[in-house]
């Protein structure tokens, strides 16, 4: 791995996760660096602990109470350049704040049953932008950043509940990408779209990684190789191997990981 | 052959019941628009009950309905608001949800034997504000009930899209959820306030009732259904007569009511 240019914006250390009440972590010692502006592809069976593992990283488990983390996930300050582990963070406003910069698209499109206009304002509004005119341009440039402007333009005030599944997907993205963040999480964006709509978004993923760093979790082989710089292969909790995608897919190091991706189980 | 022998007679066996709840129900609602038309005049709706009119009595109950809705509103939908975002299946939040269920069902008589104690027998006698509590205490188990389900309905992703936004947890619950569950809620509302505009035993020894129009709610308040329920025992034919008109009148709005929660939930769906 020609490793010196490269840039880690996250880093994943000796991570265990435990949900509330269950006997044992599903997590189990999980390391995993994200390069900055690069796609990081999460594959694995289903059941793995991809969503898992993706969920720890803007902590969005924490909104169910009695989950457990041990070790590490650290996220690079971008002022001070130093790592600071995410698990440390306790106040509620600290969560918000690393959520603002560790975004998250969910499987299922989720619009606010509001205006398209209010769902992009929607996020930029809670972190206090109040004015008309500011609000009209950063919605416009994420609308723009999220290649749906042309379609949205003229029905701004339309409720967003009445567009395509492929469209809210992208106005999900739109959302995330208007507040600028350093990380964007996807969680199988693509798994309840059509074909037009998964390139569509997929297009969208390579655009956004000059500006933001990307984790996507895929069950599509494919859409892993086609897209992602990296690629982590995952099983029953643990984190089999992690390499440059090409390696992983033309020549893996596990046999675990050559047997999974051509097909012999999963 | 037997089963479909079975079939038919069940067929015939429902259908027969079918019509004989239909034909009740006809049967009352002719009766009570033959008998209470002819009981409406302009007259009913400009004059008191002292002067053989209901117009202090419609006021009077739609005061406390009213009232009783400001008050159960905001009370039912934050309780039903705790139960589904924050009790989190904890013991204190399943006790209070068995206990709203119960309360749905617990005879309005009792509710105003109660509220008599607390309200009317301290406060040396009947008075409107009573009355209010009264219908309050039945409307909000219902409320709390329909937003409880109601939020229930709305999926988890939309409040993991909300807080992956960087909302905190009662903006997203507030402008978000709520929002997604409003027609649901708005619904609840106005169905609990049909059930209550018609009710007489909660009001029986709470507000009682006013012959003229009053406004004080710390006196005697005006209500049609006590007022119903009292002209109907009268001997005279007018009094009758009255009660027929004012029962007509509350049924349609009760009706109204309804129909327009119902078309809500039907666009909704
Ligand atoms: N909320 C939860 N509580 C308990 N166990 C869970 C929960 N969510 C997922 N799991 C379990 O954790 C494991 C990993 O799940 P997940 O991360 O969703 O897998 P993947 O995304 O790779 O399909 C599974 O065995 C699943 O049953
Ligand atoms: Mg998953």
């Known amino acids: ?266 | 052959m037997n089963r479909l022998l079975l079939n038919k007679i069940v067929l015939i066996l429902s259908t027969v019941s079918a019509f004989i709840g239909i034909g009740f129900l006809f049967w009352i609602l002719i009766t009570l628009t033959y008998k209470g038309l002819a009981g409406v005049h302009f007259e009913t709706f400009t004059k008191d009950l002292v002067e053989g009119g209901i117009r202090n009595l419609l006021v009077g109950q739609f005061t406390m309905a009213l009232m009783a809705t400001l008050v159960a509103v905001p009370l039912g939908v934050l309780a039903g608001i705790y139960l589904r975002e924050y009790g989190h299946g904890s013991k204190f939040a399943s006790v209070i949800r068995t206990l709203s269920d119960v309360m749905t069902s617990a005879p309005s008589i009792v509710i105003g034997v109660f509220v008599f104690a607390i309200l009317v027998d301290p406060f040396g006698g009947y008075n409107g504000w009573a009355g209010i509590v009264a219908l309050a205490i039945m409307m909000l188990p219902i409320i709390i009930g329909t937003t409880d389900n109601m939020l229930a309905l709305v999926p988890k992703e939309l409040r993991e899209a909300g807080i992956a936004l960087g909302g905190s947890k009662h903006k997203i619950i507030l402008q978000i959820v709520l929002q997604a569950a409003k027609v649901g809620v708005t619904t609840g509302i106005l169905l609990s306030f049909a059930r209550i505009i018609g009710e007489t035993a909660p009001l029986l020894f709470t507000s009682a009732n006013n012959q003229f129009f009053t406004m004080d709610l710390t006196g005697q308040f005006p209500s049609l259904t006590v007022s119903i329920y009292n002209l109907a025992t009268y001997p005279d034919e007018a009094s009758r007569n009255l009660a027929w008109a004012a029962s007509f009148i509350l049924t349609a709005i009760v009706l109204f009511i309804n129909l327009t929660g119902r078309y809500f939930t039907r666009n909704k769906h």
């Not at chain 1, 660096?33 to 999460?42: R, V, W």
């Not at chain 1, 059509?194 to 984790?215: M, Q, W, Y």
């Open chain 1, 1 to 266: 791995m020609a490793n010196s240019e490269l840039k880690k914006v996250m880093e994943v250390k000796d991570l265990f996760f435990t949900y509330p009440g269950a006997p044992e972590p599903t997590l189990k010692g999980n390391n995993l660096p994200i390069y900055e502006n690069k796609i990081t592809a999460l594959i694995g069976p289903s059941g793995c602990g991809k969503s898992t593992l993706l969920r720890a990283m803007n902590r969005i488990h924490d909104l169910y109470p009695g989950l457990t983390y041990k070790g590490k996930i650290d996220l690079r300050n971008q002022e001070t350049g130093k790592m600071e582990n995410i698990l440390d963070l306790k106040k509620e406003n600290e969560l918000i704040n690393l959520r603002q910069r560790v975004g998250m698209i969910f499987q299922k499109p989720t619009p606010f049953p509001m205006s398209i206009y209010d769902n992009v304002a929607y996020g930029l509004k809670l972190q206090g932008i109040k004015n008309k005119g500011e609000l009209d341009g950063l919605v416009e440039e994420a609308l723009k950043g999220a290649a749906i402007w042309k379609e949205t333009k003229d029905r701004l005030k339309d409720s967003a509940m009445g567009m395509s599944g492929g469209q809210q997907q992208r106005l999900c993205i739109a959302r995330s990408v208007a507040l600028k963040p350093e990380v964007l999480l996807f969680d199988e964006p693509t798994s309840a779209l059509d074909p037009i709509s998964t390139g569509a978004i997929e297009e969208l993923i390579s655009e956004i990684k000059k500006d933001i760093t990307v984790a996507i979790v895929t069950h599509n082989m494919q859409q892993a190789s086609r897209l992602s710089d990296f690629t982590t292969f995952m099983y029953l909790g643990d984190i089999i191997e992690f390499d440059e995608t090409e390696k992983i897919f033309l020549n893996p190091s596990q046999k675990m990981t050559e047997d999974y991706i051509t097909g012999r189980f999963g």
